[in-house]
C-alpha cells in the first residue's frame, strides 16, 4: 500500500505550482535531499535548483520564498533559505535549501 508522494515530490509541486500562480512557470533542474534529525524532530534537508525565464513576476516571487506557506501533507517547511540566484539573459536559476519535518512522528 502506498503512502503516498514523498516529502521532495510534495516541495517540488508546491514550489511549481506557487511560481505558476505567481506568474512565473519553474522548472526543475536538480534535486537531491538528505535525511535530518533533531533529538526531536525527523525529516529531511532538500537542495533544490529550479529555472525560469527572467521577469519580474520571476524577482517577487524568488524575494517572497522565504517567507512562503507551502502546504505538504505529512511535511511541515521548517526553513526555506534563498541560495543563490544565477542570472543570465535568457535564464534564471534559483538554488534553495529546505529543512521539511514530519508531522506527528
Given at each position: 500500500m502506498s503512502r503516498g508522494p514523498d516529502a521532495e515530490t510534495l516541495l517540488r509541486r508546491a514550489l511549481e505550482a506557487q511560481a505558476e500562480a505567481a506568474g512565473c512557470p519553474v522548472?526543475?533542474?536538480?534535486?537531491?535531499?538528505?535525511r535530518w534529525a533533531s533529538a526531536t524532530f525527523t525529516g529531511a534537508r532538500h537542495l533544490l535548483k529550479l529555472a525560469a525565464p527572467p521577469s519580474p513576476a520571476l524577482d517577487a516571487w524568488i524575494a517572497r520564498?522565504?517567507?512562503?506557506?507551502l502546504r505538504l501533507r505529512g511535511h511541515l517547511v521548517a526553513?526555506?533559505?534563498?541560495?543563490?540566484?544565477r542570472r543570465a539573459a535568457d535564464r534564471v536559476t534559483v538554488s534553495l535549501e529546505v529543512l521539511t519535518v514530519e508531522e506527528g512522528r
Open positions: 522548472t526543475l533542474v536538480e534535486s537531491d535531499w538528505n520564498l522565504p517567507e512562503a506557506e526553513d526555506l533559505a534563498v541560495e543563490h540566484v
